[in-house]
């Protein structure tokens, strides 16, 4: 446990473009991993990021998770009724290869609910992505008011 909390802190102080370092995920890369602070009270938040497949082969994003929130769920974004709704994206993102996905606000993004009490000056959590195949890769996610 010990040593997984000090990956952890290493990888927190990787630059924003981070290129994991595992064979398999050499060709992934993650940047631009943002939460939106909680606003006061409130237990709902949203994590971004921008996912670049520059492997020949397409991936899978099929789950998320992160010690920021008790839960935490892919989601889409569908128009019923003329109403934007948000929806649990169940069966993952398809990333082609050679293409990028971007989760941004109003669009596709990271559903965080149940979020944990904030250390004082938190500025930064993790987004967990499990790839179809893959496993579990950890992106170090800046805390922010609004989309940096
Ligand atoms: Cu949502």
């Not at 952890?8 to 595992?22: D, G």
């Not at 602070?37 to 992160?66: F, L």
């Not at 890769?137 to 989309?147: I, N, T």
């Amino acid at each position: 446990m010990k040593l997984i909390i000090r990956l952890l802190v290493v990888m927190a102080l990787l630059p924003i473009h981070l290129v994991v370092n595992a064979s398999a995920t050499d060709q992934i890369l993650f940047s631009h991993t943002w939460v939106k602070m909680p606003m006061p009270g409130m237990q709902m938040s949203a994590g971004y990021v921008d996912i670049e497949n520059t492997s020949s082969n397409d991936i899978k994003v099929i789950a998320v998770r992160t010690p920021f929130s008790k839960m935490a769920e892919l989601h889409d974004m569908v128009m019923v009724n003329k109403v934007m709704q948000m929806r649990h994206a169940s069966d993952g993102w398809v990333i082609a290869a050679g293409t990028s996905l971007s989760l941004a606000p109003g669009g596709k993004h990271v559903m965080l609910m149940g979020v944990k009490l904030l250390e004082s000056n938190q500025s930064e959590t993790i987004l967990e992505f499990n790839i179809e195949g893959l496993g579990w890769v950890a992106v170090p996610a800046a805390l922010k008011v609004s989309m940096p």
